[in-house]
């Protein structure tokens, strides 16, 4: 099984992050290739970015002409789900209805601790749509910025200190709301005594699920191939043509 993972942002080191952690959630078998995109945001934080990097990651996907059987994306809370979707025959999983809809299996209420509180009304918007957002308790920022993550330590205390006030406001689950969290589960996790998701490796499980059992995404209605016309992209010289 082949699963491509595409990074929300221009970091590099970010991508090889991620994939990381999509390895180790992957089973015996599975194939993790990282695609970072060529343009946009080097981090999402905020409406602006987000709809760059949904623009720039459907550019990834549509030129991107290897075989795979599924496509995870790597950014919560950002848009491109649903034009992803549209554009390839695989499964597409959103590491923000991954992580969420795990967690409502876990506990009756979750919360979602992410990284600059400018962020948390845009991840209750993508909840809502993914028709999770009833069972969020609480999204609440850490006050750090994406690529501020790097430091182990300094995300740890921001967490856990950010996790109190998901506590407090009914969470019994907890989700880490940004890819450059990935890993950070296990040992937040063990300290708090609390169920602890990572959206990247519920993800990876969820595409692995969905193509053992053959199903992908349906094209009765919403998801119907995108109406064939001609289509400008506004990228780089020596691009295919738009499908």
């Known amino acids: 099984m082949r699963i491509v993972v595409t990074n929300c942002n221009t970091t590099q080191e970010m991508t090889e992050e991620i994939v990381r952690g999509a390895r180790a959630a992957a089973g015996p078998g599975t ?10 945001p080097e981090s999402a934080e905020g409406w602006l970015d987000s709809y760059l990097s949904a623009a720039a990651v459907i550019d990834l996907v549509r030129t991107y002409d290897s075989p795979y059987d599924a496509v995870v994306m790597a950014g919560f809370g950002e848009h491109g789900r649903e ?32 990284t600059l509180e ?15 957002g009833r069972n969020c308790a609480a999204v609440v920022g850490t006050g750090l910025g ?22 407090a406001a009914g969470a019994e689950v907890l989700v880490l709301g940004c890819a450059g969290m990935t890993g950070l589960q296990r040992v937040v996790g063990e300290k708090l005594g609390l169920p602890v998701v990572d959206g990247v490796a519920a993800a990876v499980k969820l595409a692995e699920s969905l193509v053992a059992l053959g199903l992908t995404t ?3 209605g919403s998801y119907a191939k995108p109406v064939p016309k001609r289509r400008m992209w506004g990228a780089s010289p020596g691009r295919p043509p738009s499908p």
């Open 146 to 167: 994406v690529l501020d993550l790097g430091d182990a330590a300094r995300t740890e205390a921001a967490f856990l200190t950010a996790a109190e006030r998901a506590c």
């Open 218 to 220: 349906s094209r009765a």
């Open 31 to 40: 194939t993790v290739t990282g695609l970072t995109p060529s343009w946009g």
């Open 83 to 114: 034009g992803v979707r549209e554009l390839v025959d695989v499964p597409v999983v959103d590491i923000t209805e991954a992580a969420a809809h795990l967690a409502c299996l876990l506990g009756r209420r979750y919360g979602v601790i992410t």
């Open 118 to 132: 400018r962020s948390c009304g845009q991840i209750e918007d993508s909840l809502e749509l993914a028709g999770v």
